[in-house]
């Protein structure tokens, strides 16, 4: 694992890709950076990982590890490896290099803690990846018509209606947190919650038990990137004070600095989205908000495909990865 000169510590918080974005910017500046990662998804691949090798969730994991990993020598053929999907072979397709790397160095070393810790030391990354739990536990959504679903990928694709708003998410069994979650979030200056699906990426984080104390605790800067979308099953017709306000409900706290990129976004790539039922994140933050407000052109303007193999859906329209680490770390240079 590679050391950092820098000794600002950064810590991440969240999942999927938009955590990934956020880390592939940040690990080309000194600092000291962590990725905490949520464990309870459930779709895709991760269904199999923890139906047949009995393991917990490891796209997220794999996604912070090909963040920051080494782009430069040998590694580049590895984290090319790791983002590999598979398209054929019965029983393989759809899987990706990196899970089932990371589930047969489980068998290897004997656990998959360790098996987590040693992927790093392979992939040479920049930084920490850090389970927020290991705890094997299912992420249960209530809605507001009553009915209640128990599994991350039934509210990631829902099969009712995706305009439906949830009352309440939690954990089933409750989740007791990583002891290394709690000692990064205790020792970082900044710390970074999203871009991400609120309720599947972000949130449940928070739904394990101590880490919303700690992060109460904490004195670090606090910063939330808003979406650039709504979610159709999540949060459809939400705008940003939605996001800020459903966020600050489940962290106990305002986050201290709310990002929102205010350029406009790729035209044709909207046209796809609002057939899925998904907008663009409207600004309505007042004036005089509780908490301070960078608006910035945050976006890039790529549009991402996937696999044909890939079953889940994936964002097209994603954050600049070097707007936002360069936003981010102005944030934290200004502290100083």
């Known amino acids: 694992m590679k050391k950092r000169t820098g000794n600002t510590r950064i810590v991440c918080i969240g999942g999927g890709t938009g955590t990934f974005v956020t880390l592939r910017g940040l690990k080309k500046y000194p600092c000291q950076l962590s990725a905490i990662v949520t464990m309870s998804d459930s779709g895709g691949s991760n269904k199999r990982i923890r ?30 490896l790791f983002m590999y999907r598979f398209e054929k072979g019965t029983g393989i397709s759809g899987m990706t290099f990196g899970n089932l790397f990371m589930a047969a160095l489980s068998d290897i070393a004997g656990s998959q803690k360790e098996a987590i810790q040693q992927t790093g030391k392979v992939l040479r990354i920049h930084g920490k990846v850090i389970p927020v739990s290991f705890t094997n536990t299912n992420l249960a959504a209530t809605y507001d018509d009553g009915h209640v679903v ?67 605790r904490s004195k670090a800067v606090v910063v939330y990137v808003l979406n650039l979308m709504t979610k159709y099953g999540q949060t459809y017709g939400f705008t940003a004070q939605d996001h800020i306000r459903v966020l600050t409900k489940y962290i106990n706290r305002y986050p201290d600095v709310v990002l929102i990129n205010n350029a406009p976004l790729p035209h044709h790539a909207l046209t796809l989205y609002a057939k899925n039922h998904e907008y663009p994140v409207v600004d309505d933050i007042p004036t005089h908000a509780t908490y301070n407000v960078i608006r910035a052109n945050l976006v890039s303007q790529h549009v991402y495909s996937k696999a044909s193999s890939d079953a889940l859906v994936r964002s097209l329209i994603r954050h600049d990865s070097e707007k936002i680490a360069k936003t981010l770390i102005s944030i934290e240079q200004r502290r100083k």
């Open 150 to 216: 128990g599994e991350e990928h039934l509210i990631d694709e829902p099969p009712h209606d995706g305009r439906m708003h949830i009352t309440d998410i939690y954990l089933k069994p409750k989740a007791e947190a990583n002891p290394d979650a709690l000692a990064a979030i205790e020792k970082a200056v900044l710390i970074v919650l999203g871009p991400g699906d609120l309720y599947t990426s972000v949130i449940p984080n928070f739904l394990v038990s101590g880490i919303p104390g700690a992060l109460r």
């Open 51 to 80: 139906d047949e090798f009995g393991l917990l969730p490891t796209s997220d994991i794999r996604q912070c590890f090909i963040a920051l990993s080494d782009e430069n020598g040998g590694v580049g053929i590895l984290r090319r």
